[in-house]
């Protein structure tokens, strides 16, 4: 698998200090806990990732869709992570997806858990990892942003 050539050249850290927030990796080791914070979240979660998902959604295929975001992220193809506060608590994820069949441009999605001030949350984490994100990408890059804040 060849990486995205957007980022054929580029490492994206797997973790990283993001202001008050820590990146870490999104991958099979985390599907049990990913999948029970994603499945308690659905109800702010329907419409991130097409129409219905999670709804329905099983372990064993949260396992797999961890797999996948694992391979691609190693590949440089797509990149994903948990996002965590400083104690360490799933706060939500976060997602470049470089166009495929395009250069220059991509998609950047990022969502958090259900919980009270899941809308403040979520409007810090994203000026915060999009100054983290900038110095990444390549000069000209066009980022479009989804997020579950409304």
Known sequence: MQPHPDFADTQLP?????????LGPLGPAQAEEDYAVVMGSEPVLVGVFGDTWPTGL???ENRIDMGWHDREFTARRSFAWIVRDGAGDYLGCAYLYP?????GQG???TWM???PDRLALLEAFNIAFSA???PYLPKGYETRW?????
């Open 58 to 60: 099983t372990l064993d």
């Open 107 to 109: 998609e950047v999605v």
């Open 113 to 115: 858990r259900d919980r």
């Open 146 to 150: 989804m997020s579950n804040g409304g």
């Open 14 to 22: 797997r973790e990283a200090e993001v202001g008050p927030f820590r």
């Open 99 to 103: 166009d495929i069949g395009t250069l």
């Open 132 to 134: 983290w994100l900038e």
